[in-house]
């Protein structure tokens, strides 16, 4: 049995756009994109989250690709020693490689809902594609799984989340509006599906999770102790799940707070409250 375990959102929670970094603010860049340094965290971040992984207490959980996830360096190096949860809860991986045992269970609950292929169609003949209509800068499939919209929220009609779930929802899929993506997902794949898995396997004890946007709260719910960033949507949008402990700072601030807290959890150093 595994005592503790953080089962922790990437984007926003732990890690953050290095274009919103305070002036002369240190934290280190984790994520190079087409020779930008486009990711940030603290060094505190990264030294508790390898301390974690070297015990086998810390699982990245994101909505990211495994490519796209393998980008955040110290990230990276923390799933290669044990798990990691991508797209969105649709592929786990243990030691960088695919879980099989879990992809054909996402393929059961898949199969209930369309194909990736046709809803995509539909979501290009009803509402448009990056080549059809100004306001969607990219449109793109993510493990096989799901699909998303890049949006420039300039040009984005109002009701968007609500139009494409009118539109999809006959399929067996949802929408999700988060920041500047619109997320197409089946029903039943999330990340706290895929968290509740691993916990079994694992016989987790002690589940913790942060997380930042209504994508994290079937995740965040899955936990006994659980953060959410100052700053995040869930705040904005009055959803933070009860018991929820809001961090202290935002930005950078907010991912050092819930990293280090974890590994005061899992060394014994913090009692639950």
Request: net charge negative.
């Amino acid at each position: 049995m595994t005592r503790f375990v953080l089962a922790s959102d990437l984007d926003r929670t732990l890690v953050h756009s290095a274009a919103r970094l305070a002036p002369g603010e240190d934290a280190p860049v984790v994520e190079i994109y087409k020779g930008r340094g486009i990711t940030v965290t603290r060094q505190a971040t990264i030294d508790a989250l390898a301390e974690l992984a070297a015990d086998g207490a810390f699982v990245p959980v994101t909505t990211r690709s495994r490519e796209q996830m393998a980008r955040i360096t110290p990230v990276w190096e923390a799933a290669l020693q044990g798990y990691a949860i991508c797209a969105n809860g649709a592929t786990l991986l243990h030691r960088g490689e695919l879980d099989t045992e879990w992809n054909a269970e996402v393929d059961r609950i898949c199969s209930e809902s369309s194909p990736l292929e046709e809803t995509t169609m539909l979501i290009e003949q009803e509402l448009g594609s990056p080549g059809s209509v100004g306001w969607i800068t990219d449109l793109r499939g993510v493990d096989g799984h799901f699909l998303y919209l890049t949006l420039d929220l300039s040009l984005t009609p109002d009701g968007l989340e609500e139009m494409a779930n009118a539109v999809i929802a006959h399929l067996g899929w949802d929408a999700v509006l988060h920041g500047r993506k619109l997320y197409c997902l089946p029903h039943g794949v999330c990340k706290g599906m895929a968290a509740a898995h691993l916990r079994e396997r694992l016989q987790i004890e002690q589940l913790m999770a942060a997380g930042d946007s209504v994508l994290d709260i079937e995740l965040l719910l899955e936990a006994e102790h659980r953060w959410c960033p100052v700053d995040a949507e869930l705040v904005e949008m009055d959803r933070v799940p009860e018991g929820t402990r809001l961090t202290d700072h935002g930005h950078v601030g907010a991912g050092e707070q819930i990293a280090t807290d974890a590994l005061r959890f899992a060394r014994g150093e913090l009692a639950a409250r």
